[in-house]
């Protein structure tokens, strides 16, 4: 139970609206959930009336959300009719920016793409400020998505709730006012997101079964460092001014093999994240069998996959530490699910012990059991996390 937090109080007081709106919703994510899906199953489910769920289904298909698609089988009486989400049709942008790439996508209610484009990052700011408004417009122009709202995700420090973006620690750009100048040239409501939570968010609204069923969850990006979504009550936790959730800077040790991002031999990121990867697997080669210079994660994970000894140390090592780490995170935060995300998980077969035996030692620790899984994704969850920024608007809870 929520205590009423009277500085909001007059942005939640239930109109008249409010209650047709809710049940909305719940009947738009039954058709998305469980399509194809009748009228009576519906009713079945929500336990609404026949009635209500008629007036809502005839105001959904008159908003373009969702399409009959025939009738199914006869249970009795009149064969009825079958409902889907409305596919093909742009209803999210997405701008992903990444170290090396950034993508611009157009996605329809679903969630699948219907056109994307992919460029490098350049570390200079005000041309991939250009670049992205121009290509951005230019897709809008071809895909007719005037309109259409605009995620983005972005690898640094965001306050979502007013869209700016504080800092991009990889190129040390700061106060980035991307998102102004996107929403003057294109007319759209931009939204922008930090990288651990957009991927969190596609976790909620596009991963495993077993994520989708669990309101509080944990996921954990292993890239060039580590970022952490929490996924708290059907939502991302975001703290402070959005600052919620970087548990790549707690304290792990104090000799990490590499410098975290922050200059720290101390953080979490240092001791789990990728460069730490490749850093103890060019320590075990130090009599060198292989050009260095040619050691990237893609090859080491392939590697360790290989069952190449020096890379599969490495990387046992290194999910020893990232164990480590998260079973910090299930006793302070109990989630349900930790999903773990990030080039490495192609190799989880290789490390999954290192990990497991976390959730065992919280067990010991008389804490319900938390399911370890590796993400579901691919290769691109923050785009799918910009996506998921616009769709949360159309699927999430109105109160
Ligand atoms: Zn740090």
Known sequence: MKRINLQRASSQIARPTTIR????????????????????????????????????????????????????????????????????????????????????????LAGTLLAKETFSTSPDVDFMTDQIIRRTTAMIEQTGAKGVEIGMSVPGLVDQANGKIFHIPYFDWR????????????????????????????????GDERIKKSDTFVMVLVGEGIGTGIIFDGQVYRGEKGAGGEFGHMIA??????????????CWEAYASE?????????????????????????????????????????????????????????????QVVVVSGKITKAWDVFADQLYRVSERSVLAGLPPTELIPSSLGDAPTLLGAIGLVLARKFGSVT
């Open 253 to 266: 040790g104090n000799n990490a093999p590499v410098e975290c991002s922050c200059g720290s031999r101390e």
């Open 21 to 108: 709106d809710i049940n909305k919703r719940i009947v738009l994510n039954y058709v998305r959930d469980r399509s194809p899906i009748s009228r009576a199953e519906i009713a079945r489910e929500t336990k609404l009336h026949r009635s209500t769920v008629s007036v809502i289904i005839d105001e959904l298909l008159e908003m373009g959300l969702i399409v009959g698609i025939g009738v199914g089988v006869s249970t009795g009486g009149r064969r009825p009719e079958l409902f889907e989400l409305k596919k093909g049709d742009p209803t999210a942008i997405a701008i992903d920016v990444t170290p090396r790439t950034t993508t611009v996508a157009v996605a329809d």
């Open 275 to 335: 460069k730490a990867f490749i850093a103890r697997y060019k320590d075990r080669l130090r009599n060198g069998d292989l050009k260095q210079n040619e050691m990237n994660v893609d090859n080491l994970v392939q590697l360790a996959v290989d069952g190449e000894k020096h890379a599969v140390e490495a990387l046992k090592e290194t999910a020893h530490y990232l164990g480590n780490g998260i079973s910090n995170l299930i006793v302070g935060l109990s989630p």
């Open 175 to 206: 106060d980035w006012d991307i998102a102004d100048r996107l929403e003057k040239a294109t007319g759209s409501k931009v939204t922008v997101e930090n990288d651990a939570n957009a991927t969190a968010l596609a976790e909620l609204w596009f």
